[in-house]
């Protein structure tokens, strides 16, 4: 089900990650014929997994699914994959104004003021993020407002104790990869209600650190390529899309394919560095311009044993006061080796991408022993994926709107131009910037071409 | 003096606006071979100058030169052009809260509490935009603070009444191109800074709006080029740049030019849409990520005569109220006719890009008319340029930083990747977002090429 005779597809796909590969199975079911271009040798995207000397696979993208995530789960379940349990029992860490504390529950380790200053700035968000409507955002009651400001600011002022704000810029890095200045407040909002809520946004149990996929989850994608066969075509950069009534033409460095349709399926940054003939409507192309890629370095380590449970922490911290800003468990449940798992986010992984691989290696073990000892500082094996330096993601976990854009720009997001769709992470109305975001804009952009290809 | 005997040139600069050309120049100067490539069939950039029927010239992009801006002055000098002063004799008209006020000097017509507000505001931004260090912004005191939120929370604190909110909304569009929301009060009191302060920036006699080229802006442009002679290549859109240790290689659609360094001279959003080999670094990378390029549709009416003038007007209009933001007279001294401009800027002026060009024609010549009565909506012409939908511009006036930009990637806005340096107006530390600073940050990079030359 690749090209039609003529050579011609029904709908021609740029990106091979989990919302292109999706998109194209979507409409292969349908009978369509499509074709799918990968700027690298790998299919997956923002998921890669790696496997370790001792044979485990880990995942140095994208890693864990949760509930209410129901696309991806359904595509775990359709493939017959396991799916293994965050570890989650024991002490969690967070360094408080430059002193570490331990708590089942991270922030209940924060002093008592900053605690309940935190809890009360989660209240209101949680008010605020339920009066957005998820697929159109701009028209909420305060849009330009919201939009008007950044995560930053709202922070001033609604934290006042340096341990609630620390803990704040924390937890913001983790979630978004980026600073709270970067963001639109609206934005903010937006993404936590797409994704139904702070505490299911930063949960393990019942949230969406709850367990990921054994073998890795890239597999989800290998799986999906495998359905699609000859039509993903890898090493395949999209460089131009020319566009008219009648059809596509998608020049890629291995050739030039033409289809009824295009599904872009990359993120906003990347798709706003294709030439268009015509160009993009001005709207679309300035909202490229709006979206810019957090950072992450995600660096495993792994160790005979995970040691730190037997001194009862859990694996999980979080600090504003190291180079890697939170840390998990990342041990496979039926291993013989224990593992740890860091991510530099933000700023700091931007200026960490710079360093040298060594000096980084040193400084994230060094991290790593400070919460969990010496042991900690020398592993039996060290991986790490910093993001930023990938050409064909430029970022990592997903484009954030700047201050602006959703009110600006946001109906442009998903409005096709012609006949070019778009599709990717950032294009979901539930859980955008996750696996399961990037399922459901693949199904959406499917089922638009679907539609008028009918 | 283009390129080496071997067919490869000390620098390849990409772009031919003010910045490229001024660079090539300088190295040109001092006996180095340059070649320069430009994606249009035209140089110039953000100036373009038109012929009207009556054969008189007009601006469709920069147009106004002012005092301090020594760089463009002294070209203007260089190439014996002449300037026209604009005219500013009379009644400006303010839209507030609806209603359309005059005065000698517009903000005047705010009612008092207004006024002294915007009056209070401007005070402390002069204070704010002293204390930035144009070489590095991110140095300033208070940089973090200030670069955390955008203008419009800065507006929203400090100005209470809707006129002096209103009057703030529209200056700053005419500034910036773009919405407060957008940006950050770090950049946006950089810029102010950078061009001498608010007074300055804004004013005519003595200000930025002071005068400008008889026969057009562009001349500079054409000028610089005539003496490049065929070193400047015209339709020849930059797709890669490959770099190393030993030199550049430029792949254009017109052929692969190689040089031992490359100054990419055109916009940082435009230069993120190249293809680097290697990649930019992440830093580099993510800056060309933020900063998004303001909007404008400048629109130009003439008529038999100046009418307005004799009305009492000075044909300067501030407004928040209409699809055109200003207008001003642009009027040539020694015309027959008379001609009025005006501006959309901002999310206006990508909305109104999007709809046909008769209903922009009709809804500018309403809005002129509304300010000076029936006549001006019956002109002898009207012409208009959309700069967004300027693929090679991809907006304008200019890219401005997005919040969390400038401490967070402002000094990879000049920092040379390898033997790639980067100039355009938006890496000028005086006048940037001008022709004076296009041409500043020309002479630089040319200066940084040439020192590695020498």
Same mark, same amino acid.
């Given at each position: 089900?690749?090209?039609?005779?003529?050579?011609?597809?029904?709908?021609?796909?740029?990106?091979?990650?989990?919302?292109?590969?999706?998109?194209?199975?979507?409409?292969?079911?349908?009978?369509?014929?499509? %074709?799918?271009? &990968? !700027?690298?040798? /790998?299919?997956?995207?923002? @998921?890669?997994?790696? #496997?370790? +000397?001792?044979?485990?696979?880990?995942?140095?993208?994208?890693?864990?699914?949760?509930?209410?995530?129901?696309?991806?789960?359904?595509?775990?379940?359709?493939?017959?994959?396991?799916?293994?349990?965050?570890?989650?029992?024991?002490?969690?860490?967070?360094?408080?104004?430059?002193?570490?504390?331990?708590?089942?529950?991270?922030?209940?380790?924060?002093?008592?003021?900053?605690?309940?200053?935190?809890?009360?700035?989660?209240?209101?968000?949680?008010?605020?993020?339920?009066?957005?409507?998820?697929?159109?955002?701009?028209?909420?009651?305060?849009?330009?407002?919201?939009?008007? %400001?950044?995560? &930053? !600011?709202?922070? /001033?002022?609604?934290?006042? @104790?340096?341990?609630? #704000?620390? +803990?704040?810029?924390?937890?913001?890095?983790?979630?978004?990869?980026?600073?709270?200045?970067?963001?639109?407040?609206?934005?903010?909002?937006?993404?936590?209600?797409?994704?139904?809520?702070?505490?299911?946004?930063?949960?393990?149990?019942?949230?969406?650190?709850?367990?990921?996929?054994?073998?890795?989850?890239?597999?989800?994608?290998?799986?999906?390529?495998?359905?699609?066969?000859?039509?993903?075509?890898?090493?395949?950069?999209?460089?131009?899309?020319?566009?008219?009534?009648?059809?596509?033409?998608?020049?890629?460095?291995?050739?030039?394919?033409?289809?009824?349709?295009?599904?872009?399926?990359?993120?906003?940054?990347?798709?706003?560095?294709? @030439?268009?003939?015509?160009?993009?409507?001005?709207?679309?192309?300035?909202?490229?311009?709006?979206?810019?890629?957090?950072?992450?370095?995600?660096?495993?380590?792994?160790?005979?044993?995970?040691?730190?449970?037997?001194?009862?922490?859990?694996?999980?911290?979080?600090?504003?006061?190291?180079?890697?800003?939170?840390?998990?468990?990342?041990?496979?449940?039926?291993?013989?080796?224990?593992?740890?798992?860091?991510?530099?986010?933000?700023?700091?992984?931007?200026?960490?991408?710079?360093?040298?691989?060594?000096?980084?290696?040193?400084?994230?073990?060094?991290?790593?022993?400070?919460?969990?000892?010496?042991?900690?500082?020398?592993?039996?094996?060290?991986?790490?994926?910093?993001?930023?330096?990938?050409?064909?993601?430029?970022?990592?976990?997903?484009?954030?709107?700047?201050?602006?854009?959703?009110?600006?720009?946001?109906?442009?997001?998903?409005?096709?131009?012609?006949?070019?769709?778009?599709?990717?992470?950032?294009?979901?109305?539930?859980?955008?910037?996750?696996?399961?975001?990037?399922?459901?804009?693949?199904?959406?952009?499917?089922?638009?071409?679907?539609?008028?290809?009918?």
């Amino acid at each position: 089900m690749t090209e039609g005779e003529d050579g011609r597809s029904d709908a021609v796909v740029v990106g091979a990650g989990l919302a292109g590969l999706t998109a194209a199975r979507e409409l292969v079911k349908d009978d369509y014929s499509v %074709t799918v271009l &990968e !700027a690298r040798d /790998r299919v997956g995207g923002r @998921t890669l997994s790696h #496997r370790l +000397a001792d044979g485990e696979r880990v995942d140095l993208g994208g890693q864990w699914i949760g509930p209410t995530q129901d696309r991806v789960n359904e595509l775990v379940e359709t493939y017959d994959l396991d799916t293994i349990p965050q570890f989650d029992d024991g002490l969690d860490q967070i360094a408080i104004d430059g002193v570490v504390k331990e708590h089942e529950d991270a922030l209940r380790a924060l002093p008592s003021a900053a605690y309940s200053e935190l809890m009360d700035a989660f209240g209101r968000l949680e008010t605020l993020r339920t009066q957005i409507p998820l697929e159109e955002p701009y028209s909420a009651p305060n849009a330009e407002k919201w939009d008007g %400001t950044t995560v &930053e !600011a709202w922070k /001033r002022e609604t934290l006042e @104790t340096t341990a609630a #704000r620390g +803990a704040f810029d924390s937890l913001l890095r983790a979630l978004f990869t980026t600073e709270p200045s970067e963001i639109s407040l609206l934005y903010f909002l937006t993404y936590l209600h797409a994704g139904g809520g702070i505490e299911r946004i930063t949960g393990v149990e019942g949230g969406a650190q709850e367990r990921r996929i054994e073998g890795g989850a890239q597999q989800l994608s290998q799986l999906l390529a495998n359905e699609l066969g000859d039509s993903v075509q890898l090493e395949s950069p999209v460089r131009a899309v020319t566009h008219d009534d009648s059809g596509v033409i998608v020049e890629s460095d291995t050739g030039t394919y033409t289809g009824s349709f295009a599904i872009v399926a990359i993120p906003p940054t990347l798709a706003g560095r294709i @030439t268009y003939d015509p160009p993009l409507p001005a709207r679309r192309d300035a909202l490229t311009q709006r979206m810019p890629m957090g950072a992450t370095i995600k660096c495993i380590a792994t160790y005979e044993e995970p040691f730190w449970r037997r001194a009862g922490y859990s694996g999980f911290v979080l600090t504003d006061d190291d180079v890697v800003g939170f840390m998990f468990d990342d041990t496979a449940p039926e291993s013989t080796t224990g593992a740890l798992v860091g991510f530099i986010a933000g700023e700091t992984a931007r200026t960490w991408s710079e360093r040298e691989a060594s000096d980084r290696r040193d400084q994230v073990l060094a991290d790593f022993a400070r919460y969990f000892g010496e042991r900690a500082g020398d592993p039996l094996e060290y991986v790490e994926q910093s993001w930023s330096n990938e050409q064909w993601s430029a970022g990592c976990y997903a484009g954030n709107m700047t201050p602006g854009t959703m009110t600006g720009y946001g109906d442009a997001l998903r409005e096709p131009v012609g006949r070019i769709h778009w599709a990717g992470t950032e294009t979901a109305t539930q859980w955008c910037g996750y696996m399961d975001g990037a399922i459901r804009s693949g199904e959406r952009a499917a089922d638009e071409v679907s539609r008028r290809l009918a």
